[in-house]
């Protein structure tokens, strides 16, 4: 703002100030009047439609989707993008508070005293462009595959293959999912990205006795998983066979 504009503006604040009303009763009745409604509604809407408390937790569930409140997907989002472990806390952490000190910081770097949107490009785009983009990684976060879950398709070949093959991997991925390996390890999209390696094509890394061996007898952390051989010997194959075919 030059001198020019600073002149002006203290001079129509001025002529506003003399034509209008004190904040002391006028704008402090106002905010009253509209902080009773939401109140109000609060109390009637708690009153009539009251909170649903949802089902009791179990502890015992292998199915749970562990998701953030929709307000949050965009960092939930922006969490799963950014895989680098050691870019996480950027992620989690970093952007975040840059964006709110940026915020905080505007009056003190935007100095420009125009207030139509089509006079402040800079200002405008970089608006649009956070909510974009805020939208684009809450619609993401909202369709996000849960854990629980591997977005992978069935090789053609099984396909075609039909039967038997293709329902012992289907069931394998199925076993695998529900398992919490992706605990552990990333297979396609889904899963952590370590402390496991990827087993996205560990087909092309073991051969299937090898993984089986690797499942009953594991380097720690790994679990075994000797107990779902012994009392479920077709599960068990079935998750072999998945991943011997992850290729
Ligand atoms: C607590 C974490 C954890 C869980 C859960 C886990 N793993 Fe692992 N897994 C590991 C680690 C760590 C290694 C690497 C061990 C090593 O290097 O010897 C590994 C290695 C493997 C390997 C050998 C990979 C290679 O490239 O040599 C396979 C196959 C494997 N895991 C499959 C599975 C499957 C299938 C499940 C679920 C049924 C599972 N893991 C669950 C941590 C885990």
Request: contains cysteine.
């Amino acid at each position: 703002m030059n001198q020019r504009e600073k002149e002006r503006y203290l001079r129509e604040y001025a002529l506003l100030k003399q034509e209008g009303k004190p904040f002391f009763p006028y704008a402090v009745a106002k905010d009253g009047a509209m902080a009773a409604v939401v109140m109000l509604s609060i109390i009637l809407m708690s009153l009539f439609l009251g909170a649903e408390l949802g089902p009791k937790a179990d502890p015992t569930t292998t199915t749970y989707s562990p998701r953030p409140e929709w307000y949050f997907f965009f960092l939930f989002e922006l969490l799963k993008i950014i895989k680098p472990a050691n870019l996480v806390p950027l992620a989690t952490i970093g952007i975040p508070t840059i964006c709110m000190i940026l915020l905080f910081l505007l009056p003190f770097y935007d100095r420009n005293p125009e207030r139509r949107p089509e006079r402040r490009p800079i200002a405008t785009t970089a608006g649009i462009f956070v909510i974009l983009a805020m939208g684009y990684l809450t619609y993401e976060g909202a369709h996000a595959g849960a854990p629980t879950q591997i977005d992978m398709e069935t090789p053609t070949t099984l396909v075609a293959a039909g039967g038997p093959v293709l329902e012992q991997f289907e069931t394998g991925k199925q076993v695998v999912a529900q398992s919490g390996c992706q605990a552990c390890h990333i297979i396609g999209e889904n899963g952590n990205d370590g402390p496991g390696p990827p087993l996205t094509d560990i087909a092309t890394r073991l051969p299937k006795q090898a993984i089986s061996r690797t499942l009953v007898n594991p380097t720690a952390p790994m679990p075994s998983y000797k107990a779902l051989q012994e009392s479920e010997p077709e599960k068990f194959d079935a998750m072999v066979t998945f991943l011997s075919q992850l290729k």
